[in-house]
């Protein structure tokens, strides 16, 4: 079966722009993007494994899909702001697909990372999504804390995302892997723009698997807390039930969230 990249027009029937390959494809396009385009990959094997590559500005993604298809949005206007100003804009670009090598799959690595990640994905792992999100703001998307953009010292627009939790005592964000991960560290990069920023002392991981663990933090600035958390066959874990500290600043939010381990062996 071949797999298929298709950028399509705003209206879905215009397609921009085609290829199709084997193991791979790779679509260089002349042309430009305009609001509501998208990019489809189709005929791909539901249960697999692909490395993907939406914009040469935006990290390669090593990405698990459980349909045979998914739809990639190209960001516009208050959308694009957690992006690379850089990113499709222009009249050449170049977008790819692969069947990930087995190697790459199996390595250490982290599990989390999807800069491909967005809120209307479905079928895609690894994918976040959260409970809030500060007004709605693409800025404080809950797909910024994975998509491997790692500035903590700001807020706002790229590169300083982040994901915001608009004031919420209950926030929770969630990283669902699509599949069986073994877990063996978690780091969190939470934002330091200080004095604009709180940060949080206390948090619980909740896990697939029922387990919980309960992390303590500190004030930290560009530095990850490391957490050694060995956890097998997880499909997913929560962070939330997060404490602020004791300062005057009501604004505590997470840069990152890094997952290392490895899939599960079956």
Known sequence: MHMKIEVHGAWG?????????????????EGEYRKDDYIEFKDLTPGSFYKVKVDPTIEESLIFVTEDSFR?????????TSYNPMSFVGNRHLVSIRKAYDFEVKAFRNLSL??????????????????????????????NAIDGVCVTRSHGEWPYESWGINRQDDATIKIEFGYPVDIKE????TRADFPHDNWWIRGIFNF??????????????????????????????????????????????????????RPSEK
């Not at 990640?117 to 404080?140: K, L, M, W």
């Not at 978690?186 to 990069?189: F, G, Q, S």
């Not at 060995?230 to 997913?236: G, I, L, N, Y």
């Open 114 to 143: 999807n800069p491909c990640d967005q809120h209307e994905v479905s079928g895609v792992y690894p994918h976040a999504s959260a409970n809030v999100e500060t007004r709605g703001e693409a800025v404080f998307a809950a797909r």
């Open 208 to 261: 697939s698997d029922g387990s919980t663990e309960t992390v303590d933090m500190d004030k930290k600035v560009q530095k990850p807390h490391i957490f050694s958390i060995e956890k097998k066959s997880v499909e997913w874990l929560t962070l939330g039930d997060l404490i602020k500290a004791d300062d005057p600043s009501p604004f505590p939010a997470l840069t990152q969230i890094e997952v290392y381990g």
């Open 13 to 29: 029937d215009v397609i921009k722009a085609f290829d199709e390959g084997n193991d791979s494809v790779v679509l260089a396009w």
């Open 72 to 80: 990639y949005t190209i960001p516009f206007y208050e959308k694009k």
């Open 186 to 189: 978690i780091r969190l990069y």
